[in-house]
């Protein structure tokens, strides 16, 4: 059993000959163009480690775990030579039966190519081997790679494959003299899409494209349509070929010829050709397939081939074109920054009435009897955008000297409105939740859903004045300060405004007591440290006591109860931390290091800099000058924390609607129309309407709402890949409002450029998050990298070196808190989460404004320049400040 001859081998042998092996075998016996070849066996493998004695040894050394266990394997399996009968066997098989010469030697072991794990890369490889010696410390050195460190942490990290009975076969085949080599997936593993193969291709021998030596041309074909899609020709700068016998044999790199470094190296036919040969063994296997290809002497060659493991869902394609679906003024700002991602059907059939209606009610507040004409919220390709008429926008700019009025004045109108806004939608929200959802028709409860939504639209609109009262007062006194009453060395003008309480701190600060109450109980805190506890669970870990674990939960859950409505995104698609902790869990579990940064720390230093600073400037200052600085911080110090107030509770609404959600969704997938309870959340809100009007009348749900949903959600994976162009129609008029644009379009290359949000510098890794599926693999001392920010992401400010988003502004969340966090910001770079990649090294240039990607020059520090937007803040603000500051002047000379 030595010995298998691959024509000898079948798919179901994977026990004696390895996955690799096996598959191989199979596609040979179909009449597929593989090399032949043989396979040394597993039970060469076992005679041999049986016969040196050497299992011992290797259970001792990975239950001993640690690192350097890949070299000890190696020394260890080098001091023994294979036993003579299984030397004589390989060496009969490759010089008489398969005539000596050159040879690829392919480590397959029993637990490679899985349906679940393909072990890709795990083991070794040898090319061009030539001589029984060199054959037989290849097929040596093969078995010792199944105890490298990476194989080793690999199966440990799939314990589905684990140590217990592991065996490693070895392929020994015919070298091809390869002109081109590559791999091809017949599935795209980039957009899921079945209908397409993606082939990559390089000069020479393959193992360039596998090791990722070489940038290789890479081939798309719709295998649907029998047609190229993409074709993108890179620079092969080297290229890896065999060595002659007669120079000894094995592989060499050398730098591939300019006149083919650019040149194709497969065109449409040699592609064609080479997709339907993948399209033949996908079918012959019955799925998916990752092959290894080789085109020597103008043939295709097969030499390796496994189940693709990690194909995608689906994703549809990225939108290239915004087609307006009215005439008018298409604006991404305000509310639009808490919903960064496409919205789904329903919420975007509640917001479309919600978001127009509050802001309606808005100006009749500001305006009484003044018809603004008509104000939509939309949604394009996905992305919600206000729409006005160039009526409206006229008759809105023309009331937005009322508004400045009211700021001007102090803003005791704007807050007192927001105050009084903020308890209405609390007790809104508390009526919808006084009835359980379990209770109420279906129609009742998409009801109740759609007067939530109306409510938190409705309280927006209190928001949107709080946060230009905020900006306004911060930048008055920004603007004052700096052109007037800053000395040479004097601190910069946001440390006078730091250090005080906000929703956010608030919460940062509830969870680093609870952590410090956890880390008085021992074995609680010993638990609750390993990400394998369910901290949700009814039953107490082992070693906790359930008192102990109750006043665990008791304690967390009132945690949640007073800010478990932060929201990472509007969409009540989106959880919160009320019903989906695990990010704020994540969050304590940073905190339970005796070593986390202690937030009360860091407050009070700040509050202590903050009054330093002022009580030095005011005593510089003196007299009146003095009573009129205080007057401008005094403002500024009290309305900036608001914003963050104003910000945290427009989430108040989803811990009430979420539920309301669920139930209706289990009723439809108890009525078999849909697979999950939140995929509700994907129908159009008429298609709702008529599903609960089903449930209620005891009728079947009509439609196929499971397809519908399915389609949806790929088309949302594309939409979500596209950067939504900040103002529509694309035109000069829309650029004049370029200053409103909370996002940067249009950028590339390696420099990002975006709103200066928080200074300072700091070169780190990046992590780019997507949401809060993402956060439990946030690290301490990356930089956090996200579309936009919310209050919901303050937990991870207290790790993250620095903070680069898409979209943002000098006054958003993510400038406010990273400010109080003392960590570089750069907001508003419109292409952050696009060009960045997670483990990137970035240098965030908070000072100045910019994102240096891997690959930029370094550049010499520069001078703040603030972007358009907080140029056009800050003179705004410079203005009325200057203006009130002369005001003051005249009133005290009188």
């Not at 795990?122 to 790679?145: F, H, I, K, M, P």
């Not at 450029?753 to 890794?765: E, F, I, K, L, N």
Request: with cysteine; glycine share 10%; charged share 20%.
């Amino acid at each position: 059993m030595t010995i298998r001859w691959l024509d000898q081998v079948t798919r179901h042998d994977g026990a004696l000959a390895g996955g690799k092996g096996a598959n191989l075998g199979d596609l040979l016996g179909a009449g597929f163009p593989v090399p032949n070849g043989f396979v040394v066996t597993t039970e060469a493998y076992r005679a041999f480690v049986r016969e040196t004695g050497l299992a011992e040894e290797l259970a001792a050394l990975v239950s001993a775990g640690g690192t350097g266990i890949g070299e000890r394997v190696a020394g260890l399996f080098s001091g023994h030579d294979l036993p003579p009968g299984v030397a004589e066997e390989i060496r009969d098989a490759y010089s008489v039966h398969l005539g000596g010469g050159p040879v690829a030697v392919r480590s397959s072991a029993t637990a490679e190519d899985l349906p679940e794990a393909s072990f890709a890369g795990q083991q070794e490889t040898y090319l061009n081997v030539v001589g029984e010696d060199a054959l037989l410390a290849a097929v040596r050195d093969c078995w010792a790679s199944l105890w490298t460190d990476r194989a080793v942490h690999y199966r440990a990290a799939h314990p589905e494959a684990g140590d217990g009975d592991i065996a490693l076969a070895v392929v020994v085949q015919r070298m091809l003299p390869a002109d081109a080599a590559g791999v091809m997936f017949t599935a795209n593993p980039a957009n899921g899409r079945t209908e397409e193969t993606v082939i990559t291709a390089a000069w020479g021998l393959g193992e360039a494209v596998v090791s990722g030596l070489v940038d290789p041309d890479t081939v798309v074909v719709d295998t649907a349509t029998g047609r190229v899609l993409t074709r993108l020709i890179a620079d092969k700068a080297v290229r890896i070929d065999a060595v002659p016998e007669a120079e000894g044999g094995r592989t060499r790199t050398t730098g591939t010829p300019s006149g083919q470094r650019g040149v194709a190296v497969l065109d449409d036919a040699d592609a064609l050709q080479l997709a339907g040969l993948g399209s033949a063994i996908e079918r012959h296997f019955g799925g998916p397939q990752d092959i290894e290809w080789v085109l020597a002497g103008g043939t295709f060659h097969i030499v390796q081939a496994r189940p693709v493991t990690a194909l995608p869902e689906r994703i549809g394609p990225v939108p290239t074109e915004w087609p307006v679906p009215a005439p008018g003024l298409y604006f991404r700002a305000s509310i639009t920054e808490q919903l960064p991602d496409p919205l789904t059907p329903l919420f975007a059939g509640l917001a479309a009435t919600a978001v127009p209606s509050g802001l309606r009610r808005l100006l009749a507040e500001l305006a009484p009897g003044e018809d603004f004409g008509e104000v939509g919220f939309p949604t394009i390709n996905g992305y919600a955008y206000y729409r006005y008429t160039s009526a409206a926008m006229a008759k809105m700019l023309k009331a937005t000297p009322a508004l400045t009025r009211l700021l001007a004045g102090g803003g005791e109108w704007v807050e007192d409105r927001w105050r009084r806004r903020l308890e209405e939608y609390r007790a809104e929200v508390t009526a919808e939740a006084s009835t359980p959802p379990a209770g109420l028709p279906a129609r009742a409860l998409l009801d109740a859903v759609g007067r939530l939504v109306d409510a938190m639209a409705y309280y927006y609109t209190s928001v949107q004045t709080i946060i230009p009262l905020a900006a306004m007062a911060e930048l008055t006194w920004t603007g004052v300060y700096n052109r007037l009453l800053r000395a040479p060395s004097g601190p910069p003008a946001e440390t006078f405004l730091l250090g005080f309480d906000s929703e956010p701190v608030r919460a940062e600060k509830g969870l680093y007591d609870l952590s410090r109450w956890v880390l008085s109980h021992h074995e609680l805190a010993v638990a609750l440290a390993d990400p394998s506890t369910d901290a949700m669970a009814a039953e107490p870990p082992d070693g906790v006591s359930p008192q102990l674990w109750a006043d665990w939960h008791a304690r967390f859950g009132a945690h949640l109860a007073t800010h478990g409505h932060t929201l990472y995104n509007l969409d009540p698609v989106n959880p919160v931390p009320a019903d989906d902790p695990a990010p704020l869990l994540q969050a304590l579990r940073f905190d339970l290091d005796p070593d986390a940064p202690d937030p009360y720390a860091r407050q009070r230093r700040a509050a202590a800099a903050r009054d330093d600073a002022a009580a030095k400037l005011l005593t510089r200052l003196g007299g009146w000058r003095a009573a009129q600085a205080r007057t401008l911080l005094t403002r500024a110090q009290h309305t900036t924390p608001l914003r963050e107030d104003a910000l945290a509770a427009m989430g108040l609404y989803a811990p009430v609607a979420r539920p309301l959600l669920r139930e209706l969704g289990w009723r439809l997938v108890g009525a078999g129309a849909l697979d999950e309870p939140m995929d509700v959340c994907w129908l159009e809100l008429a298609e709702a309407r008529d599903a609960a009007a089903a449930l209620d009348d005891g009728g079947p749900v009509a439609g196929d709402l499971r397809g519908r949903v399915a389609a949806r959600k790929e088309v949302a994976r594309g939409q979500r890949l596209a950067t939504p162009p900040q103002s529509l129609p694309r035109n000069k008029v829309m650029d004049a409002f370029a200053w409103m644009y909370p996002a940067r379009e249009g950028q590339d290359g390696s420099v990002l450029s975006g709103t200066v949000g928080s200074g300072g510098v700091v070169t780190a890794r990046a992590r780019v998050l997507s949401g809060p599926e993402d956060f439990a693999a946030f690290q301490p001392g990356e930089v956090l990298v996200a579309a936009i920010t919310t209050p919901a992401y303050t937990p991870l400010f207290a790790m993250a070196a620095g903070v680069v988003t898409d979209v943002g502004g000098v006054l958003s969340h993510g400038s406010i808190v990273a400010r109080e966090y003392g960590i570089p910001a750069v907001l508003g770079t419109g292409a952050a989460t696009r060009l960045i990649r997670t483990g990137d090294e970035v240098t965030v240039d908070g000072s100045a404004g910019k994102v240096r990607l891997p690959g930029a020059e370094a550049e010499p520090p520069a001078v703040a320049r603030p972007s358009r937007t907080a140029w056009a803040l800050a003179g705004g603000g410079l203005v009325l400040g200057t203006a009130a500051a002369v005001w003051l002047r005249r009133r005290r000379r009188r």
